[in-house]
């Protein structure tokens, strides 16, 4: 779905209405089992919710050279070997992963590469649960099945809960060369857990069957429908410049669901038309968000399904319950310079809230160009729980970006409780991002063209904070950006880091540039030349502007002054926009003709023309356009694209050479895809005919020589020499 035309947004959050029962009244003394937190899996109900003393941290293979040392300074920080660190290794040859005491829960288990057999010491035991690691973070080894442990992308992940009464600690059968991580839950000590063994009773089977069949599910609401719900449904005009109030709803309550389709015909308008809402009498907003980001979909209407949010053919949908006391405001602000069309739907069910209920957030925030090693996604002060992120990156540079590690600080924590691996691990793939989406990670764009968008939901392992919050992921660049918007719940009294952004900082950056801007070239000749924006082209253009070309009478040429910076042979290559109509177009530098072509954009935005020889500090296309309708040829870049050289060889064609009278030897460029699409091409006559090649100078070491040369039906015997003795 192009995001100039439509989005669609559906946010679904409903509340059952006995459901907060259920996480506003749980005790320490109810017993936690198996299908308790099988259920969690499922359940957004409970997140609002806040649980006394409860705590969830990680333990990685991140590098154990990253330390802080008794100033507080940070010691190693950038240390990037994290595969195959341990606590230590016990004298049975045994590589300990992780250790935890008191009651708790194992609820999420990566790993880029599991090898070997993973061992669950559980409460002291002598004898552990022994799993193939491979089998259960594939899922391939039943109870851990699809998709709550399965392979996604390249990472390898079980969401699977194995519960602990008193402790628990976690083994390699040897030191591995892997990457892992292993999230858990720690409950106040006297809660009563009961501990996971295998097999699963038939009641475990059950709750697993029933989570299994609601993740295959992504899309539609997992949580029970509400009673007595209210319904406001209107379309509207969003004028440009101008808040819109969607409506004012009075608690307490819980919106149930709010579904948005956006049309507009403006560039970027994802970013431009802004999503408000505030609880109570709170001044500041607890949402605050670009309409796109807000819905996970990044810089496009990046189509997904998860758990609690997702976009799709019918629209987007978000399920984080969203409860309030006295009154919940909910505006969009279009920034924009055109006006655009919104429908929304509300629904709110009043219901009592707990007095541990917390508000729920979403920001938005961006860093261009994000300069911070450790960048935050949330920083905040108060009591509440973090529970995912949709992060976006726009790189510049072709290689890439994700070398680091997701950091989580807690109430103080001078160590971060998380410490991760990469990027990609903590958005649950491995060795790079590919496209897939699951209900609790995914990722929705692929370097395209430098854009990535990814996402990661922390439900089972919501992390709960007392105090104060913080997150970040680490930065390897200084050129990058960085954009994201957190989601967490909080209670008042509350603060953030969040400021609000401008709609000129809410832009995305030009596209990643390919050889030359065309509207930058000087251009020559009878058909008429424009710099046009992409406003009223079907797709983004590099810099958001291209060069049209308006023939002036059926046929008629224009000359491009291409800047050349050395003496090669490049291929030239044409960009503009695919299936647009244009012109005929015949292209010549000088005297050479690179091709013609009836439409040269009609399958691909790239036309790629003949190669040629070019020498500084310029070089003359000539583009002749035929058209009985005047079309025009709209011109995004111009790539001249340098010839291949194999390294560590002297190219026979540039250096002195002669030949025998009688016989022709020249330089001849392009036919062939040899190192630098050039040869030494030798047109011998009889026998004793000669080529004399001359070496540089500066060869003073011992050095093989050979030569590589065409092979054909009559090509010949040769000797070599060197001066003049004989060598092969």
Same mark, same amino acid.
């Given at each position: 779905m192009r995001e100039r035309g439509l989005l669609r947004v559906a946010c679904c959050v409903f509340a059952c209405i006995t459901g907060f029962a259920s996480g506003g009244a749980s005790t320490a003394a109810e017993p936690k089992d198996m299908v308790y937190f099988l259920r969690q899996l499922t359940d957004l109900d409970r997140l609002p919710y806040l649980e006394e003393g409860v705590t969830c941290k990680q333990f990685s293979s991140y590098n154990r050279a990253s330390k802080i040392d008794e100033q507080g300074n940070l010691v190693n920080w950038q240390a990037n070997d994290d595969c195959g660190q341990y606590i230590r290794l016990d004298p049975n040859g045994e590589a300990v992963m992780a250790e935890m005491e008191g009651p708790g829960c194992i609820v999420q288990v990566w790993s880029a590469n599991p090898q070997g057999i993973i061992r669950f010491y559980f409460d002291g035991a002598a004898t552990p649960i022994e799993l193939s690691f491979a089998g259960m973070t594939t899922g391939t080894a039943p109870p851990f099945s699809p998709p709550i442990s399965s392979t996604d992308g390249a990472g390898c992940n079980s969401y699977l809960?194995?519960?602990?009464?008193?402790?628990?600690?976690?083994?390699?059968?040897?030191?591995?060369?892997?990457?892992?991580?292993?999230?858990?839950?720690?409950?106040?000590?006297?809660?009563?857990?009961?501990?996971?063994?295998?097999?699963?009773?038939?009641?475990?089977?059950?709750?697993?069957?029933?989570?299994?069949?609601?993740?295959?599910?992504?899309?539609?609401?997992?949580?029970?429908?509400?009673?007595?719900?209210?319904?406001?449904?209107?379309?509207?005009?969003?004028?440009?410049?101008?808040?819109?109030?969607?409506?004012?709803?009075?608690?307490?309550?819980?919106?149930?669901?709010?579904?948005?389709?956006?049309?507009?015909?403006?560039?970027?308008?994802?970013?431009?038309?802004?999503?408000?809402?505030?609880?109570?009498?709170?001044?500041?907003?607890?949402?605050?968000?670009?309409?796109?980001?807000?819905?996970?979909?990044?810089?496009?209407?990046?189509?997904?399904?998860?758990?609690?949010?997702?976009?799709?053919?019918?629209?987007g949908y978000c399920y984080w319950p969203m409860p309030f006391r006295r009154k919940g405001r909910i505006e969009v602000v279009n920034d924009g310079g055109q006006e655009a069309h919104l429908a929304y739907e509300i629904v709110y069910a009043r219901t009592r809230l707990p007095d541990n209920t917390a508000y729920f957030h979403a920001k938005w925030r961006r860093s261009v160009p994000n300069t911070v090693f450790d960048w935050p996604f949330l920083e905040c002060q108060g009591s509440g729980r973090y529970v995912g992120v949709a992060m976006n990156v726009q790189d510049p540079d072709p290689g890439w970006f994700g070398e680091g590690d997701e950091k989580v600080w807690v109430d103080g924590e001078k160590f971060p409780s998380w410490f991760g691996t990469g990027t990609e691990d903590y958005f649950g793939d491995a060795w790079g991002f590919r496209l897939f989406t699951r209900p609790m990670h995914g990722c929705t764009l692929v370097n395209i063209p430098g854009r990535t968008s990814v996402y990661r939901w922390h439900v089972m392992d919501s992390i709960q904070f007392r105090d104060q919050f913080k997150i970040t992921i680490e930065n390897y660049g200084t050129n990058k950006d960085y954009s994201c918007t957190a989601y967490w719940y909080q209670k008042e009294p509350a603060s953030d880091f969040f400021e @609000?952004?401008? *709609? &000129?900082? /809410?832009?995305?950056?030009?596209?990643? !540039?390919?050889?030359? =801007? %065309?509207?930058?070239? #000087?251009?020559?000749?009878?058909?008429?030349?424009?710099?046009?924006?992409?406003? @009223?082209?079907? *797709? &983004?253009? /590099?810099?958001?502007?291209?060069?049209? !070309?308006?023939?002036? =009478? %059926?046929?008629?040429? #224009?000359?491009?002054?291409?800047?050349?910076?050395?003496?090669?042979?490049?291929?030239?290559?044409?960009?503009?926009?695919?299936?647009?109509?244009?012109?005929?177009?015949?292209?010549?530098?000088?005297?050479?003709?690179?091709?013609?072509?009836?439409?040269?954009?009609?399958?691909?935005a790239a036309w790629e023309l003949a190669r040629i020889r070019l020498t500084p500090p310029s070089a003359k296309l000539t583009l002749t356009l035929t058209s009985k309708e005047k079309t025009a040829l709209v011109l995004d870049a111009v790539q001249l694209v340098r010839s291949q050289k194999q390294s560590g060889v002297l190219e026979a064609e540039n250096l002195p050479f002669a030949a025998s009278p009688d016989t022709k030897a020249t330089r001849e460029d392009a036919r062939l895809d040899w190192s630098g699409w050039s040869q030494l091409l030798y047109e011998g006559g009889k026998f004793g005919d000669w080529l004399e090649v001359k070496l540089p100078a500066d060869i003073k070491d011992r050095f093989h020589l050979s030569a590589r040369g065409t092979l054909g039906p009559d090509y010949g015997i040769a000797q070599a020499f060197l001066g003049d003795q004989p060598v092969g």
């Open positions: 809960p194995m519960p602990y009464a008193k402790s628990c600690k976690v083994t390699a059968d040897k030191a591995h060369s892997q990457y892992y991580h292993i999230d858990y839950q720690t409950f106040p000590a006297g809660t009563e857990i009961k501990t996971f063994t295998l097999p699963l009773s038939g009641g475990e089977t059950q709750a697993l069957n029933d989570a299994i069949s609601i993740w295959n599910r992504a899309g539609v609401d997992p949580k029970p429908a509400p009673r007595k719900a209210k319904t406001i449904k209107k379309y509207i005009v969003l004028p440009p410049g101008k808040t819109v109030t969607l409506a004012e709803l009075k608690g307490p309550a819980i919106i149930t669901s709010l579904k948005m389709t956006l049309e507009s015909q403006e560039r970027f308008s994802l970013r431009k038309v802004l999503l408000r809402v505030y609880w109570d009498k709170n001044a500041k907003s607890g949402i605050e968000a670009p309409i796109g980001d807000f819905f996970g979909t990044g810089f496009y209407t990046n189509q997904y399904k998860s758990l609690p949010m997702g976009m799709t053919d019918e629209g @609000s952004a401008s *709609v &000129e900082a /809410r832009l995305p950056l030009p596209m990643k !540039l390919i050889g030359i =801007e %065309a509207e930058t070239l #000087a251009v020559a000749g009878p058909a008429r030349a424009e710099v046009i924006s992409d406003e @009223s082209m079907p *797709v &983004e253009l /590099r810099g958001w502007k291209a060069l049209q !070309l308006v023939p002036h =009478e %059926a046929a008629s040429s #224009a000359e491009l002054m291409l800047p050349v910076e050395a003496e090669d042979v490049y291929q030239v290559v044409l960009h503009g926009v695919k299936g647009y109509p244009s012109p005929s177009v015949k292209a010549l530098i000088g005297n050479h003709s690179l091709g013609k072509a009836d439409q040269p954009f009609a399958t691909n």
